[in-house]
Structure formats: C-alpha cells, structure tokens
C-alpha cells in the first residue's frame, strides 16, 4: 500500500476549512453551528429528551440548554411536554426552523458542490459514499474499544 498521510491528518484541515467556510452563511441565517446542529440533528421526527439530542450532536446536555433557549425564542424549535413522561420535553422543528435551516443547508451545498466538482464525478460518487459509511460507524468502533 502506497505511503499516506492518517486520515485525521487528512480530515481536520479540510474539516476546519469546511467550518470555516459554513460560519458566514450560517450567520446570515441567524444560527451559530451548534444552533444548526441541532435543526439538523431534529430532522423531521421529534426528538423525546434533550440528553438525547447533546449525545446525538456530541455536546454536553447541560450547555445544549442555551442553544434551545435560544432556538425557542426565535421560534425555530418548540420543546413541548411528552404526554407520556410529564418530566421530558418533546423537541421538534418548527415551519420556521425548517425554513432557516434548509436555506442554510442549501447555501452550504452549493460551496460544497463547488468543492466536490474537483473530483472526477466517479471519483466524487465513490467518496461520499465512503464518507457516509465511516461516518455512519458507532464511535466505539471507531476508536477500536
């Protein structure tokens, strides 16, 4: 196998560049990165405590608080009592937070589509299919415990 650079050597410059790129366009929309983390991490479905929804993003339940706050207040998400535990909250997407986080996503796209045009479109297919496979592994397999 011929001599490579490790992966993170590989990824966490791109990664950070790819961050970079995405700070100016989620500030015009209104969102820090967290903020759109979490309209991407709530999808469609409701998610049933905020515990799950810091462990799903990999950030601490307590400072995700903040972040909901503040989506709430902007009506981006709506956090509503589970009819069945009166101690958990609902978390969910509003039409809004939809709105915004899909007009970020997309502005978003659009620079990667820009970056990926690099590539030989087989060569492009072949690594966001990789991609999503590596990222789609449990961090514990990962990390190899």
Do not use: C
Request: glycine share 6%; charged share 30%; hydrophobic share 45%.
């Amino acid at each position: 196998m011929p001599d490579r650079p490790d992966l993170a050597a590989m990824m966490s410059p791109l990664t950070r560049a790819l961050i970079d790129a995405e700070l100016p366009v989620l500030r015009e929309h209104g969102l820090s990165m967290w903020e759109y983390s979490v309209l991407l991490a709530l999808g469609e479905r409701p998610l049933r405590t905020q515990a799950a929804l810091a462990e799903s993003i990999g950030a601490d339940k307590t400072r995700i608080i903040g972040v909901l706050d503040r989506l709430q207040r902007a009506g981006l998400i709506e956090r509503t009592p589970d009819p069945g535990d009166r101690r958990a909250r609902l978390l969910s997407v509003t039409a809004e937070g939809r709105r915004v986080r899909d007009a970020a996503q997309a502005a978003i796209r659009r620079n990667e589509e820009r970056l990926l045009a690099r590539l030989p479109e087989q060569d492009r297919d072949a690594f966001l299919r990789g991609l999503r496979t590596l990222a789609a592994l449990p961090r514990d397999e990962i990390i190899g415990t």
